[in-house]
């Protein structure tokens, strides 16, 4: 359904790459006008000029209160108010992260700031603007990470957790002003970031991550790896008029991953370093 979001107001937050710059481009193709929030200046400016005039580019530090509120305000500005808030910027532990008995957890703050933080602040001052103006959409994204247990990334996990249950939370307490909250749990979406942390040579690394790729793709029904327009698709479904019964909802789109399929990558994830 072409337009569904025309005249819509969005920000994406990690809008440069990979899911986000999917869903900007998706959100921009269905009439709506997009603030693509990073914090990386060069790729986030590049993605904003290639949509053109409805978009623009907004460098954010999404663990910064002071720089998120900027954010909304930036938007209001450009565009004239704010109707959907995608919090979508996350950052994960490397995939040669030491095994849970030897980790320091040097990277906690980091990942939780971000992952789990950024959603909260993202939420609390979009939620701000919206309520002021009679409502809006709010999205989260979540992992399929998040909703059970499984080898390494600990940190990462725990912090989407989080986040699934802070936006059941969110959805409850911001329904009476109109604003729906939901998240997206991705399974596995092929980026250029996807397994790019392995600490291995690289001939060995390459090698390593086409065995982890065919090992996610083999642990879905669908076996296909998702790519950022499968949640961009989600995104707007849930941003559209279509959705207006639906919040407080964490919507899988993991191409029919299950916990025993789950195991099977864990198990090959876990030789390159114990992540997941």
Do not use: W
Not at 150 to 156: E, I, Q, S
Not at 162 to 182: H, K, Q, W
């Amino acid at each position: 359904m072409a337009g569904e979001l025309t005249g819509k107001v969005a920000i994406i937050t990690g809008g440069s790459s990979g899911i986000g710059k999917g869903a900007a481009r998706r959100f921009v193709e269905e009439g709506a006008r997009v603030v693509i929030a990073d914090i990386n200046r060069q790729a986030g400016e590049a993605v904003a000029s290639e949509l053109g005039e409805v978009a623009r580019f907004c460098r954010t530090d999404v663990a910064s209160p002071a720089e998120v509120e900027k954010l909304v305000d930036f938007a209001v500005a450009e565009f004239g108010g704010l109707d959907i808030m995608f919090n979508n910027a996350g950052i994960s532990e490397p995939l040669g992260a030491s095994s849970l008995l030897d980790r320091d957890f040097s990277d906690f703050d980091r990942i939780i700031r971000v992952d789990l933080l950024g959603v909260m602040l993202g939420t609390r001052f979009a939620a701000r603007q919206m309520a002021k103006s009679g409502g809006g959409v709010i999205i989260n994204t979540a992992s399929i990470g998040g909703m059970g247990g499984g080898v390494g990334l600990a940190v990462y996990r725990a912090a989407k957790a989080g986040v699934i249950n802070f936006t059941e939370g969110a959805s409850m307490e911001l329904g009476p002003y109109n604003i729906r909250v939901n998240a997206i749990s991705p399974g596995p979406i092929e980026t250029p970031i996807l397994l790019g942390g392995l600490d291995l040579p690289p001939e060995q690394a390459e090698q390593q991550r086409r065995k982890m790729l065919e090992a996610m793709a083999s642990g879905q029904a669908i076996s296909r790896l998702g790519q950022p327009e499968d949640i961009g698709n989600a995104a707007v479904f849930l941003a559209s008029a279509r959705a207006a019964q639906i919040t407080g909802h964490n919507l899988v789109v993991s191409g029919g991953t299950s916990s025993g399929m789950s195991r099977k990558i864990d198990e090959v994830q876990a030789k390159a370093g114990g992540a997941s």
